[in-house]
Nanobody, 122 residues
């Protein structure tokens, strides 16, 4: 059984940066695709970024526009989301997920973290 815990959320001003971390417990972290999603109240969860287990496939949501970077450290069982040039509309709860194959849809992801709040406000 894999458990995920996100960290690094907080309150930042527009234009600032933030790096989220997601650490997995359990075996075979390196065999999973990893992804980040986000959700605001009253809206569906939205795809942010993904990275395949072999690093061949990396994709970002349409709104990222070069501002975010997803990376992972297999030795630490951790996936990161570096977010730059943050905007108020980036305010959301951010979730990490692990799945058998990379997809911008939620369904293939078997394991989810509880989420971490990111607030961008002046």
């Amino acid at each position: 059984q894999v458990q995920l815990v996100e960290s690094g959320g907080g309150v930042v001003r527009p234009g600032e940066s933030l790096t989220l971390s997601c650490t997995a417990s359990g075996p075979s972290f390196e065999d999973y695709a990893v992804a980040w999603f986000r959700q605001t109240p009253g809206k569906k969860r939205e795809f942010v970024a993904l990275r395949s287990y072999n690093d061949v496939t990396i994709e970002y949501g349409w709104f990222v526009k070069g501002r975010f970077n997803i990376s992972k450290d297999n030795g630490k069982h951790t996936v990161y989301l570096q977010m730059n040039s943050l905007k108020p509309e980036d305010t959301a709860v951010y979730y990490c997920a692990l799945g058998s194959f990379p997809s911008p849809r939620e369904e293939p992801y078997e394991y989810w973290g509880p989420g971490t709040q990111v607030t961008v406000s002046s």
